[in-house]
């Protein structure tokens, strides 16, 4: 990527820009394909002009590995920025590592589960890490955090782990005196507020929303109707946002702009008889058999996983180690065969959700269809055109990625639970990256729905929010389980 572009910010761009510029704690969340990455490699340039240090960039894999070094090789003004990825091999990570010491400038990036290699790695070198800035991409991977501040019989302050791995080793390294620390994302909450505590905490440590996230609920919500996990009270809303505004800047680029939305497309398909009763047989009696082979749901979660593996034509059997599938039926694949087919040409993006969709899928499609894997050359294919029909799993390719110019048609094959996943995927070549990236073309989404199946509790989950646990039960009552 030699051609470099000049660079004019949108007047939100500038907003996000003098936001990190002018302060050291702060959060942006900014609808996907606002350009947060070139605002925010645009600020840290202009820190690094009058602040000496390197800058951590921490994000979801494929983004540290390609998204932020391609992002700063396209524009004029970030020449003198240059990114390194601190991923792969050990060997790889520690030699990124010494480069940041070396030249204690530029920005290195990381995926959030090498984070406590980094903070093991810089105790053995005996060394301080070199990072004066801090900026956590698609911040929800903090979500999950649940670690206070305590003070120690000596006095000293220190964090109590709690919540995932990654988050807990961050924690040890935001709050170091004269750090800077930047949050990006474009869906802060998108499983209730209850996913805000923990990214926050990384702002104030809790100052604003509760020094636990106990404090936290017991402030803002209340046990659900149906007696399982928390909903928030009616003035949940408002106080929050009145609690954090003045350390989050929130834009939507439908505010500037007059995006279409998505044309959207549910193609139903019907489960042929042997299916049908295979599916059935699950649904009510959490027991059926394969090939002779035992498959058991224990509980309502496997019961529906297994019941969307049987919607989309597989399923997985036996309790060995290579977990066998065994093929049901292929009425989404002859679905998604059609849309391809009325594509003409046209690229297609196809979201699917297990392995063995994917193992299917490769078969039906032969030399046209690849996989999203590891390799940054599969996205630069993908956008050059290269690739008729792209399968990529939510959970891999959602965060960060551009790949919208590749095309405007994506197809959710399978479904499941995760709404930030779903919506992640779908700004992947979104309205607001299309418009970004001057293509003057509407948005298709199709999904292939296996009609009276959990495939329709899934869609209810993402129209109305409402909890999980909540839809199943609601639909095990209906189905009379």
Same mark, same amino acid.
């Given at each position: 990527?030699?051609?470099?572009?000049?660079?004019?910010?949108?007047?939100?761009?500038?907003?996000?820009?003098?936001?990190?510029?002018?302060?050291?704690?702060?959060?942006?969340?900014?609808?996907?394909?606002?350009?947060?990455?070139?605002?925010?490699?645009?600020?840290?340039?202009?820190?690094?002009?009058?602040?000496?240090?390197?800058?951590?960039?921490?994000?979801?894999?494929?983004?540290?590995?390609?998204?932020?070094?391609?992002?700063?090789?396209?524009?004029?003004?970030?020449?003198?920025?240059?990114?390194?990825?601190?991923?792969?091999?050990?060997?790889?990570?520690?030699?990124?590592?010494?480069?940041?010491?070396?030249?204690?400038? &530029?920005?290195?990036?990381? *995926?959030?589960?090498?984070?406590?290699?980094?903070?093991?790695?810089?105790?053995?070198?005996?060394?301080?890490?070199?990072?004066?800035?801090?900026?956590?991409?698609?911040?929800?991977?903090?979500?999950?955090?649940?670690?206070?501040?305590?003070?120690?019989?000596?006095?000293?302050?220190?964090?109590?782990?709690? &919540?995932?791995?990654?988050?807990?080793?961050?924690?040890?390294?935001?709050?170091?005196?004269?750090?800077?620390?930047?949050?990006?994302?474009?869906?802060?909450?998108?499983?209730?507020?209850?996913?805000?505590?923990?990214?926050?905490?990384?702002?104030?440590?809790?100052?604003?929303?509760?020094?636990?996230?106990?404090?936290?609920?017991?402030?803002?919500?209340?046990?659900?109707?149906?007696?399982?996990?928390?909903?928030?009270?009616?003035?949940?809303?408002?106080?929050?946002?009145?609690?954090?505004?003045?350390?989050?800047?929130?834009?939507?680029?439908?505010?500037?702009?007059?995006?279409?939305?998505?044309?959207?497309?549910?193609?139903?398909?019907?489960?042929?008889?042997?299916?049908?009763?295979?599916?059935?047989?699950?649904?009510?009696?959490?027991?059926? =058999?394969?090939?002779?082979?035992?498959?058991?749901?224990?509980?309502?979660?496997?019961?529906?996983?297994?019941?969307?593996?049987?919607?989309?034509?597989?399923?997985?059997?036996?309790?060995?180690?290579?977990?066998?599938?065994?093929?049901?039926?292929?009425?989404?694949?002859?679905?998604?065969?059609?849309?391809?087919?009325?594509?003409?040409?046209?690229p297609v993006l196809v979201a699917y959700h297990f392995k063995s969709d994917l193992a299917r899928l490769l078969k039906a499609f032969g030399r046209t269809g690849r996989h999203l894997d590891q390799d940054p050359q599969t996205i630069r294919d993908w956008n050059a055109g290269k690739i008729p029909v792209l399968f990529a799993h939510p959970a891999s390719a959602g965060h960060g990625l551009s790949l919208q110019d590749g095309g405007n048609i994506l197809v959710f094959f399978g479904h499941?639970? *995760?709404?930030?996943?779903?919506?992640?995927?779908? =700004?992947?070549?979104?309205?607001?990256?299309?418009?970004?990236?001057?293509?003057?073309?509407?948005?298709?989404?199709?999904?292939?729905?296996?009609?009276?199946?959990?495939? =329709?509790?899934?869609?209810?989950?993402?129209?109305?929010?409402?909890?999980?646990?909540?839809?199943?039960?609601?639909?095990?009552?209906?189905?009379?389980?």
């Amino acid at each position: 990527m030699t051609d470099r572009r000049p660079f004019t910010p949108r007047p939100y761009q500038q907003l996000i820009i003098d936001a990190i510029i002018d302060n050291t704690r702060f959060a942006v969340w900014a609808g996907m394909g606002t350009g947060k990455t070139v605002s925010t490699l645009t600020a840290i340039a202009a820190i690094q002009l009058a602040e000496e240090g390197a800058a951590l960039v921490c994000a979801p894999l494929r983004v540290a590995q390609s998204t932020w070094p391609d992002e700063a090789l396209k524009w004029e003004h970030l020449a003198g920025i240059t990114v390194t990825p601190i991923v792969g091999g050990q060997t790889e990570r520690r030699n990124a590592l010494l480069d940041a010491y070396r030249t204690r400038a &530029g920005v290195y990036t990381i *995926n959030y589960e090498n984070i406590p290699w980094l903070i093991e790695e810089a105790k053995l070198m005996g060394k301080a890490l070199p990072f004066t800035m801090i900026v956590a991409d698609e911040s929800t991977k903090l979500k999950g955090f649940r670690g206070v501040e305590q003070i120690s019989s000596t006095g000293k302050e220190f964090v109590r782990k709690g &919540g995932s791995e990654r988050a807990s080793a961050l924690a040890k390294l935001t709050f170091k005196s004269g750090v800077r620390f930047v949050e990006l994302t474009g869906t802060p909450s998108p499983n209730g507020l209850q996913d805000l505590w923990g990214q926050m905490w990384f702002i104030d440590k809790g100052k604003r929303l509760g020094r636990s996230f106990k404090a936290f609920t017991h402030r803002w919500f209340r046990t659900g109707f149906s007696g399982y996990g928390v909903e928030p009270l009616s003035t949940a809303q408002n106080e929050i946002q009145a609690a954090v505004r003045d350390v989050c800047l929130t834009i939507d680029a439908k505010d500037w702009f007059d995006l279409r939305d998505p044309i959207v497309n549910s193609i139903f398909v019907d489960l042929p008889p042997a299916a049908r009763k295979l599916y059935d047989a699950m649904e009510a009696e959490m027991f059926m =058999e394969i090939a002779a082979d035992p498959v058991e749901a224990a509980n309502a979660a496997d019961r529906t996983m297994k019941c969307l593996q049987l919607a989309n034509g597989a399923v997985y059997v036996g309790e060995d180690e290579d977990r066998r599938w065994e093929p049901v039926h292929d009425v989404k694949i002859q679905a998604l065969q059609e849309v391809v087919e009325e594509a003409a040409g046209m690229p297609v993006l196809v979201a699917y959700h297990f392995k063995s969709d994917l193992a299917r899928l490769l078969k039906a499609f032969g030399r046209t269809g690849r996989h999203l894997d590891q390799d940054p050359q599969t996205i630069r294919d993908w956008n050059a055109g290269k690739i008729p029909v792209l399968f990529a799993h939510p959970a891999s390719a959602g965060h960060g990625l551009s790949l919208q110019d590749g095309g405007n048609i994506l197809v959710f094959f399978g479904h499941n639970w *995760n709404l930030e996943e779903f919506l992640q995927m779908i =700004e992947r070549i979104g309205p607001t990256r299309q418009l970004q990236a001057g293509h003057d073309r509407p948005v298709f989404l199709h999904h292939i729905v296996a009609r009276d199946t959990v495939d =329709e509790v899934v869609m209810a989950r993402r129209d109305s929010k409402r909890a999980v646990q909540d839809l199943l039960l609601d639909y095990m009552k209906t189905k009379g389980a």
